[in-house]
């Protein structure tokens, strides 16, 4: 079946543009998170979506970062006035559930520029 | 704090097997994740581990011990194939159901012939 989706690919900006990147998790996944991970580093965590629980929003690192998932699927992560250190892989990944064994199922990333 | 130690760079020769270690503390412990992750790709699930113990999948093994803070990853009769990233990540603790992963910067393995 299809796995998680994120787009866009690659996105390219100037500092001090927004950005908006878009996750697609796996259908009946109701576990929806989102990761970054610079270069040479580990996975930093940013945020947690659980069911039509509120979201754990305690890895974002500014008010600059937000996100969203509308019906219990897509998920965007926004992005306002970007700035260099922003510069990363920005991974999505979704669980069946919130259940202790269940892993987490990463996409693509979007590759992240900021100029 | 939370804190996850894992080597930075392992080399290998195909055929043979590699151990990588990986050592955590973290504010409480429910389980600990390996993935791995090729260049320029999504992290793929290997391993959990949340008794202590041997998990043996394959080629690959996971070894947890919850008293020393350990585990490490085994790759057996290694391929170019595995070269890659590995890393280690534990939920530090499962309240309400919250899934949480602390990742380590995770370990590059080379694979040469």
């Known amino acids: 079946g299809a796995g998680v989706s994120q787009s866009p690919s690659n996105k390219v900006t100037e500092k001090g543009k927004d950005v908006e990147l878009r996750c697609d998790p796996i259908s009946g996944h109701t576990a929806l998170y989102w990761y970054r991970q610079s270069l040479g580093q580990g996975l930093e965590f940013l945020i947690y979506?659980?069911?039509?629980?509120?979201?754990?929003k305690s890895g974002l690192p500014s008010d600059r970062f937000s996100a969203e998932r509308t019906g219990g699927s897509v998920s965007t992560l926004t992005i306002q006035r970007t700035q260099q250190e922003d510069s990363a892989v920005y991974l999505c990944?979704?669980?069946?559930?919130?259940?202790?064994?269940?892993?987490?199922?990463f996409g693509p990333g979007t590759r992240l520029t900021v100029t | 704090g939370q804190n996850i130690d894992q080597p930075t760079e392992m080399t290998a020769t195909e055929g043979a097997i590699v151990q990588i270690n990986c050592t955590y503390q973290?504010?409480?412990?429910?389980?600990l994740f390996w993935y791995q992750q090729h260049a320029g790709e999504a992290p793929t699930f290997l391993s959990y581990n949340v008794l202590d113990g041997l998990e043996e999948k394959g080629r690959f093994s996971s070894f947890l011990s919850r008293s020393k803070g350990y585990s490490y990853l085994l790759l057996k009769e290694l391929q170019m194939k595995d070269s890659a990233s590995y890393l280690c990540a534990v939920r530090p603790m499962f309240s309400g159901g919250y899934n949480k992963l602390i990742f380590g910067a995770g370990t590059r393995l080379a694979v040469h012939p």
């Open positions: 990944a979704s669980s069946l559930g919130d259940g202790a064994s269940y892993e987490q199922y």
């Open positions: 979506f659980q069911g039509n629980s509120a979201p754990d």
């Open positions: 973290t504010s409480g412990f429910n389980g």
